[in-house]
């Protein structure tokens, strides 16, 4: 018999895990992937943090643990904490059970439940998104039968925030258009607004009933602290209007693969909060029926335990002040070297990426001479950097910047 | 740089509240949404205060003490994973090493289709996932076909492929006056959907068929009857989709259980499965399954596969690791897979253990109805031909919990219950 599905044609690699794909074929003992935004130390290795692995014990000594179905929207208890952490402990937006909370399937699940659900209740079907952002958002939103718009965001030429270009779009969208916003550590590019540009950015929004969908990937990450990456959100919910945020635990908490995540939906009324949260369970029951148990159940339990959760907190902190550092080796490396351009942004710029402003040819000469692997939009991920590999980066974007100049 | 990161509590009090507070919810004309049909069965049981109450809803399987089991071949791959590995993402396409192990499951041990790199497999967010991942897949490269769903059906099977935007369509499968098989009305559903009749697109149908233990009837062709169900489905030139989800649940052998599909691949169909390990090997929920679609060669099988990577992508990105790590553990190691066998086998021997003391206690109450259906039915469900009126009896008087379309799931019926249960049963028949 054919095949009904012959004429299929082999998909491109995904942009950004391509990049490891490729790096892992590589063959060079000088190889360095600064693709994947996953957290190294700085002997390049994958990081368990150790209040993760006590918590896994613990989880793995109590033998009255059971694997059956978690509900529809997962651990109750971890959506109250997750609500909690980017919402802040008193936030009256909770006492007031005005926060409806699913458990998902990391940043990404949290977006796309989140998403399905506006396509199918909202009335504007419409997303903005900053350029550039995250290359998976486009396909998220897609998928979930929204279309996608832009908002000028990154200025190439100051490497920093173009906020003039932002205003000026989000105040050309229409009333009521979905908006996205990076809660903090903006992927790809490292650049946040400051607390002052993200007040105007919420009047602004506001004024138009724009709906904010905030991204938080990144939360405790950026600057090392839980509360002040949460504020930009908190100005939000503060004013007492509507919110989407979906939260991470892949890179603060290292949970990866485990897939951590929650979608809050902050609404005005509690009674509304109750039926938006019936009808969250319709969008997921047909996609996966409940979210996994295992991950969602360590974050609870460093949640729930004051002591692990100041030791997360100190573990956290520790990850960010490496990258922190990460950034200003490799600025005082090519400083030193003379390297040709303003690189400040490389300090400016947080989180973990850094849009180094090399561009595509300039990235495959750092990959095809130097076995660097990145992004091809010039992202690096400054945790995969480490003291003893600053040097030869420093190295193979000097030699990019000045070749045939 | 950091600085203005710093908590500015003097801005948010300054702010005037813009816009947000006279504006009223965007979600005022959100419904409540119905009570899922089968998971809103437990909610309700598990609020009911009474100590006669029997849930026989949700199928999950209890030990006879009405204990959720934890398979001790699972705890040991859980011993031996804590602490060791990283948590770093699995690829797009999950676990390749659990993928692996769980094709020879379905495929055969020795399969030569898995030689010769023929199946396109990811790993899949259990048997809902591998569905809902396929439904996509189908959408978008068979944007002109439908899908035909067995009356009655698992009440997910719908809202996926509903929700993947394919038309669904029914054909015949229970026969009610028997409660056993339709035979002859399913194969009439088959030869009259054309490939090339007028209403059909030109792509073709899809068939889904529940590999075994059909869920919620219980009631399974022949082999005989898989033969020609086969054969006609062939005939019409449709594609077979199997939903496997109790395999070694049923008959407590996993290759048994297989028959169907061994049967389509002899007979050179090019199948899609959907496996999961929620029920057999108890990891319900870590969400760990399997999609896999049988290609003409090695690299449409590479082609499909990174297609179908690409609607993993932007639904969670990869799947979740510890599940997929507890699965190829257990396989790839020759004495857990073993004692896993042992234990599936345990659980699938319970159940028809249940199913006999069932049918014999009611009867021995002199029930005036004919409960041979209890027995003849396989795997985890069984349908007992109770109205939902009478159902509802159960529940208000006799405290026992199911799903209104009569669903007993046979794996919450223990030998301290089962004469509760068919007194209960008699009660609201006779």
Known sequence: MDSVFASIVQAPEDPILGVTVAYNKDPSPNKLNLGVGAYRTEEGKPLVLNVVRKAEQLLVNDQSRVKEYLPILGLAEFNKLSAKLILGNDSPAIQENRVATAQCLSGTGSLRVGAEFLAKHYHQRTIYIPQPSWGNHVKVFTMAGLSVKNYRYYDPTTRGLNFQGLLEDLGAAPAGAIVLLHACAHNPTGVDPTVEEWEQIRQSMRSKGLLPFFDSAYQGFASGSLDADAQPVRMFVADGGECFIAQSYAKNMGLYGERVGALSIVCKAADVASRVESQLKLVIRPMYSNPPIHGASIAMTILKNSDMYNEWKIELKAMADRIISMRKQLFDALSAKGTPGDWSHIIKQIGMFTFTGLNSDQVAFMTKEYHIYMTSDGRISMAGLSSKTVPHLADAIHAAVTRGC | ?430
């Not at chain 2, 030139?237 to 389509?264: L, N, T």
């Open chain 2, 1 to 430: 740089m950091a600085i203005r990161r710093a908590m500015s509590g003097r801005i948010m009090d300054r702010t005037a509240v813009v816009g947000a507070q006279y504006m009223s919810s965007w979600w005022r004309s959100v419904q409540p949404a119905p009570k899922d049909p089968i998971l809103g069965v437990t909610e309700a049981f598990l609020a009911d205060q009474s100590p006669d109450k029997v849930n026989v809803g949700v199928g999950a399987y209890r030990d006879d003490n009405g204990k959720p089991v934890v398979l001790e071949c699972v705890r040991e791959a859980e011993r031996r994973i804590a602490g060791n590995l990283n948590m770093e993402y699995l690829p797009m396409g999950g676990s390749v090493k659990m993928v692996e192990e769980t094709l020879k499951l379905a495929y055969g041990e020795n399969s030569e289709l898995i030689k010769e790199k023929r199946i396109a497999a990811v790993q899949a967010l259990s048997g809902t996932g591998a569905c809902r991942l396929f439904a996509d897949f189908q959408k978008r490269f068979c944007p002109d076909s439908q899908i035909y769903i067995p009356v009655p059906t698992w009440a997910n099977h719908h809202n996926i492929w509903r929700d993947a935007q394919v038309p669904q369509k029914t054909y015949h499968y229970y026969h009610p006056e028997s409660k056993g098989l339709d035979f002859a009305a399913m194969i009439d559903d088959i030869k009259v959907i054309s490939l090339f009749s007028p209403q059909n697109a030109p792509n073709g149908s899809f068939f889904l068929l529940h590999a075994c233990a059909h869920n919620p009837t219980g009631v399974d062709p022949s082999e005989e009857q898989w033969r020609k169900i086969s054969h006609h489905i062939k005939a019409k030139g449709h594609f077979a989709f199997f939903d496997m989800a109790y395999q070694g649940f049923a008959s407590g052998d996993p290759e048994k259980d297989a028959k169907a599909i061994r049967i389509f691949l002899e007979d050179g169909h090019h199948i899609g499965i959907a496996q999961s390990y929620a029920k057999n090997m108890g990891l319900y929920g870590q969400r760990v399954g399997c999609l896999s679609v049988l290609c003409e060669d090695e690299k449409q099988a590479v082609a499909v596969k990174s297609q179908l990577q690409q609607l993993a992508r932007p639904m969670y990105s990869n799947p979740p690791v510890h599940g997929a790590l507890i699965v190829s553990t257990i396989l790839s190691d020759p004495d857990l897979k073993k004692q896993w066998l042992k234990e599936v086998k345990v659980m699938a021997d319970r159940i028809i253990g249940m199913r006999t003391a069932l049918r014999g206690n009611l009867e021995k109450l002199g029930s005036p109805l004919s409960w041979q259906h209890i027995t003849n039915q396989i795997g985890m469900f069984c349908y007992s031909g109770l109205t939902p009126e009478q159902v509802d009896r159960l529940t208000n008087e006799f405290h026992i919990y199911m799903t209104r379309n009569g669903r007993i799931s046979m794996a919450g019926v223990t030998t301290g219950n089962v004469e509760y249960l068919a007194n209960a049963i008699h009660e609201v028949t006779k």
